[in-house]
């Protein structure tokens, strides 16, 4: 069995098989699903106004779509799942929805994503701005721009979410003592708000170089929380 508050560096399927019925209380998971970021591997147009080439995020070329497998072994593992693109899979999940409104405006990127939710049969919202410099004021205030671009998110991976996503899940889905899975973890913002907010997690991403991105960004968040806790 893996050793839960770790992240792994190793495909979900392979490490899933050693993981108990039912282990987990929730999981929350984002697999690849094709499109947008997915395929282009950059954010916003490649070339920007100055001519310069934007960054090209190192993402594998053979990211699958998750398979019929994978969808038992994650129902096998889990009591409760929450999964993300919910919208471009065959498998039937049930009639449970979260929809993330990313308070686009005018821009011509999805104005939402849609997530699976096990846990109720009605459609939750959770608004909360993402693009360019114009991020969230607080998870209550999502809809509103923090106005700060120093206080904006890093991002380190082409489909990142937002930590305060993930808190927000964590507050209306998870209780005390719960553990929780993602088994694709990118950036590692669901590991950074389950330990933020005191869940016992486990996190596999396949791809090396995102890997070792998403560690030391899990590393430096843990780090700076824990200097936060003792002041
Ligand atoms: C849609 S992204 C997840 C983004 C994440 N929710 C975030 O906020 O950064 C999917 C991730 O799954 C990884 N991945 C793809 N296939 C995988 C597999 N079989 N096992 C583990 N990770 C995988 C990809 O490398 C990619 O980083």
């Known amino acids: 069995m893996y050793e839960l508050n770790k992240l792994y560096n190793v495909d979900c399927l392979v490490a899933m098989k050693r993981i108990p019925d039912k ?5 929350i998971v984002d697999p690849p699903y094709f499109d947008g970021p997915n395929k282009r591997r950059f954010y916003g147009r490649d070339i920007n106004k ?5 960054k090209i995020y190192n993402v594998i070329e053979d990211w699958e779509v998750p398979s019929e497998e994978y969808f038992r072994e994650l ?10 693109g919910c919208n471009y899979y065959d498998y039937y999940l049930g009639p449970g929805r979260i929809i993330w409104d990313k308070v686009n405006g005018q821009s011509s990127y999805s104005d939402c994503e849609i997530a699976y939710c096990s846990m109720h049969k009605k459609t939750k919202m959770f608004r909360y701005m993402w693009n360019g410099m114009m991020q969230g004021k607080s998870i209550n205030e999502g809809h509103l721009m923090q106005g700060d671009k120093s206080k904006n ?10 930590v305060n996503l993930y808190k927000w899940l964590l507050l209306n889905y998870a209780k005390k003592g719960d553990k929780i899975l993602d088994t694709h973890v990118g950036s590692a913002s669901s590991l950074i708000a389950c330990y933020d907010m005191g869940f016992d997690f486990l996190g596999f991403e396949k791809d090396k170089e995102i890997y070792k991105l998403a560690i030391k960004r899990l590393d430096d968040a843990m780090n700076q929380l824990s200097i936060f806790n003792i002041i």
């Open 50 to 54: 100055l001519n310069i080439k934007r």
């Open 153 to 162: 998110e890093i991002r380190i991976h082409p489909t990142q979410k937002p």
């Open 75 to 84: 129902l096998r593992v889990s009591k409760n799942q929450i999964v993300w």
């Open 23 to 27: 282990y987990f209380e929730l999981a």
